[in-house]
Structures are given as C-alpha cells and as structure tokens.
Nanobody, 127 residues
Framework: QVQLVESGGGLVQAGGSLRLSCAAS????????MGWFRQAPGKEREFVTV????????RYADSVKGRFIISRDNAKNTVYLQMNGLKPEDTAVYYC????????????????????WGQGTQVTVSS
C-alpha cells in the first residue's frame, strides 16, 4: 500500500506562489498517474490536475489552467504542484492522490480514478 505525504502548504498573499510536494513510498511510483485535488470549507473535493506515470501527459481544471503546473520526479518518487498567481478562491486543503492506472485518454478525471490519498496540506490565500 502506497503512502503519500504532502508538504509545502501555508499562508500566502494573493498573487503569490507556493510549491506543494507529495512524496510516495511503497509500490512502483512511475506505474501510476498522480493527481492533486482540493477541498474548500463547505465544498466538495474537486479535481485540480493530474500527470501521467511517465510525466509526459497532464490535465488541468479550467480554474487553474495557466497558473498551476504539475510535475513529477520518478527517481525521487515525488510529485509537485507549482501554484502561481494564487487567488483567495484557491484557499483549500490540497490532497495528493495516486491514480489506479498510468494514464487514461479521457479528459475528465474524478476521485474514482484514484486509489490512494495523502492526508492533505492547507493552502490559504489572503486578499
């Protein structure tokens, strides 16, 4: 069973940047897509982005496209989320998740596509 540990969250002013990391242990990291989700207070968890096992393919939610960048280092079993141009509406707990497959061609990804989850890291963007 893989274990996922996120880090890098914190408090930042609007327009600022943060980089989240998610370290995985157990299993063959490159065999699985990795994703980020977020959950704001009183809202459902929502998809943010996903990267294929190889790192060659990505998908982004429209709300973060052009501002967030997902990447991975398979040698370090780590996936990253670079968040730029942060807005107050980006405030949420961010979760790292391991996909059930290396990739899928469909555009839409949801919670059901992921089998393991981290504990989450808080990101707060002040206006």
């Amino acid at each position: 069973q893989v274990q996922l540990v996120e880090s890098g969250g914190g408090l930042v002013q609007a327009g600022g940047s943060l980089r989240l990391s998610c370290a995985a242990s157990g299993g063959t990291f490159s065999n699985y897509a990795m994703g980020w989700f977020r959950q704001a207070p009183g809202k459902e968890r929502e998809f943010v982005t996903v990267i294929s096992g190889s790192g060659l393919s990505t998908r982004y939610a429209d709300s973060v496209k052009g501002r967030f960048i997902i990447s991975r280092d398979n040698a370090k079993n780590t996936v990253y989320l670079q968040m730029n141009g942060l807005k107050p509406e980006d405030t949420a707990v961010y979760y790292c998740a391991q996909g059930r497959t290396p990739w899928k061609a469909a555009v839409r990804w949801g919670s059901a596509d992921f089998g393991s989850w981290g504990q989450g890291t808080q990101v707060t963007v002040s206006s």
